[in-house]
């Protein structure tokens, strides 16, 4: 992991299209700006993990099977 420090209006450039900028810093609280093209998503890690979570709970087959039981259920 890389750790940078960064004063407030100070950025830090990922690759050649994404910028996160520090807007502010106030007690205890940073609020970061990003700039990327429209085509990367962004994502709190809380938001992520909660979508990953999700997703596994939609593999799950009303009957508690998995989804990849599902083509016992259909004949060949």
Do not use: Y
């Not at 407030?8 to 007690?27: C, F, L, Q």
């Not at 962004?42 to 799950?60: C, F, G, P, T």
């Amino acid at each position: 992991m890389l750790i940078l420090s960064r004063r407030e209006e100070e950025s830090v450039v990922i690759g050649e299209d994404i910028i996160i900028k520090v807007v502010s810093i106030d007690k205890g609280s940073v609020k970061l700006g990003f700039e990327a093209p429209p085509h990367k998503v962004i994502l709190r890690s809380e938001l992520k993990e909660a979508i990953v979570k999700q997703n596994q709970r939609a593999l799950i087959l009303p009957s508690g099977g998995q989804l990849e039981d599902l083509s016992k259920h259909f004949k060949s």
